[in-house]
């Protein structure tokens, strides 16, 4: 059974400082994505990861950046929090190129910054 | 890039009828398309996906369709019960790509 974990399920910060979210799987998995969920946007893509050290960005990447130092461990980064990104974040990961699609969801961190 | 719609935002339905939930998708090279489903505090789970080179799949109560030429896919689910209440997040997975883009989602309330 696939499992995902997240650091932490809530998190306060104040404006400016910088934020790590950590994201580990246990399924040998090579794919790894970080979302952000707002009420009325859905899930959106702020970075993905196909291996170790490799880093894609999605959708909206602005004020965040990710490291892959190993294969299970994936990271996300906001150098100098903001009130605008105040949000559920939600870590996934999928096998790869060779097996099923279908990605698999942490317990999510909800961040609010002050 | 792929940009999926989904309607309805909310929707309401009495228990034991069907809810039809849609996602258009704007990517044809996108060739899978899955269904997550999220209940109240809890993380997506996938409940059912589709390949673009199928036209329907059914699970027990719930089906996915897939309409390539119009590039729309829908999740049927029958017999509705309370334990369906949830968010429901539509995706397409474009070709060649490992990354999903995601609808919006679509709140279901099952009225007992």
């Known amino acids: 059974d696939v499992k995902v974990t997240q650091s932490s399920r809530y998190l306060v910060k104040r404006t400016g400082e910088k934020v790590f979210l950590e994201c580990v799987q246990d399924?040998?998995?090579?794919?790894m994505f970080w979302y952000r969920q707002d009420p009325g946007l859905g899930l959106r893509l702020i970075y993905f990861?196909?291996?170790?050290?490799?880093?894609e960005k999605g959708d909206i990447p602005e004020g965040y950046s990710v490291s892959r130092e190993k294969k299970e461990r994936f990271s996300l980064i906001l150098e100098s929090a903001s009130t605008n990104q105040t949000s559920m974040y939600l870590c996934a990961s999928s096998r790869g190129t060779s097996g099923s699609n279908e990605q698999f969801f942490g317990p999510g961190t909800r961040l609010t910054v002050l | 890039g792929e940009n999926v719609e989904q309607h309805p935002s909310t929707l309401s339905v009495q228990e034991g009828d069907s809810a039809v939930i849609k996602c258009t998708y704007s990517?044809?090279?996108?060739?899978?398309f899955p269904w997550y489903k999220q209940e109240l505090g809890k993380r997506p789970q996938l409940i059912i996906d589709i390949r673009s080179n199928v036209g329907e799949k059914k699970d027990q109560r719930i089906a996915v369709t897939l309409n390539k030429t119009a590039k729309h896919f829908s999740l049927h689910i029958t017999e509705t019960q309370p334990e369906d209440s949830a968010v429901y997040f539509c995706?397409?997975?474009?070709?060649?790509?490992?990354?999903?883009?995601f609808g919006p989602g679509t709140r279901l309330s099952v009225l007992p």
């Open positions: 990861s196909y291996d170790v050290k490799m880093k």
């Open positions: 399924m040998d998995h090579e794919n």
């Open positions: 990517d044809s090279a996108s060739n899978y």
């Open positions: 995706a397409a997975n474009p070709l060649y790509g490992q990354n999903f883009v």
